[in-house]
């Protein structure tokens, strides 16, 4: 079982649409979590943390749930520039905290 | 400009050369990262650094070698390259505090080995 797990997709909605990605991780004992987004060819950057209690960033929302090892991204009003890789990041535990372990990534085409 | 920069972003070069990717950042962090990308198998670490002289070996380490001579500056050498090592370079850094430890990515050096 890969540590970190994503739908590669890819997922083709239309302007406007509500998209949802979610991810599952392996380790337990992980504390941290993030969503980084990467365009074709280009760096991966940070979209945002993912907290507890889950938490929002404009049009984008994402969740964690412990007792699932889950975590998700929720795109609202989806805009074309919204298109490109999501990859779901999990910190490692114990002496591994440093590490972040990346999923392969979903993929997203917003269409006019 | 940029807080993490890469040279050269492209690079292509034939079977048995050694090749220096270099790595500079302006961010003050303490740690740094190389990671390779091959398409359909994520980000995969090849070594950090959590200071000047530090290194360990990530998951992936064999045919390449690192140095960290100065807190801002991390290369990352193929000591003879081989074609499986075509591949997307990135470096990265990190603030290595609890709680923080986003990185924070530079542009990568894209290199094809003939």
């Known amino acids: 079982r890969k540590e970190v797990e994503q739908d590669p997709g890819p997922f083709n909605v239309p302007e406007g649409a509500t998209v949802a990605f979610n991810c599952t991780y392996s380790n337990s004992a992980s504390q941290s979590f993030f969503w980084y987004r990467q365009d074709c060819r280009k760096e991966p950057k940070l979209l945002m943390s993912?907290?507890?209690s889950g938490n929002e960033d404009g049009r984008f929302t994402a969740q964690l749930n412990r007792a699932s090892q889950y975590i998700s991204l929720l795109i609202r009003d989806s805009k074309l520039s919204d298109s490109a890789t999501y990859l779901c990041?999990?910190?490692?535990?114990?002496?591994?905290?440093?590490?972040?372990?990346f999923g392969s990534g979903t993929r997203l085409l917003v269409r006019p | 400009d940029a807080d993490v920069t890469q040279t050269p972003r492209n690079r292509i070069t034939k079977t048995g050369k050694r090749i220096m990717l270099e790595c500079s950042q302006t961010?003050?962090?303490?740690?740094m990262y190389w990671y390779r990308q091959d398409p359909g198998l994520g980000l995969r670490l090849i070594y950090y650094?959590?200071?000047?002289?530090?290194?360990n070996k990530g998951e992936i380490s064999d045919g390449y070698s690192v140095s960290r001579q100065a807190q801002a500056k991390f290369s990352l050498s193929l000591e003879s390259a081989i074609p499986n090592q075509t591949a997307l370079y990135f470096c990265a850094t990190s603030e290595g505090l609890a709680g923080h430890n986003e990185q924070f990515f530079g542009p990568g050096t894209r290199l094809t080995v003939l």
């Open positions: 990041v999990v910190e490692g535990s114990g002496d591994s905290s440093y590490k972040l372990i």
């Open positions: 961010k003050g962090h303490d740690r």
């Open positions: 993912v907290y507890s």
């Open positions: 650094s959590f200071d000047v002289k530090d290194i």
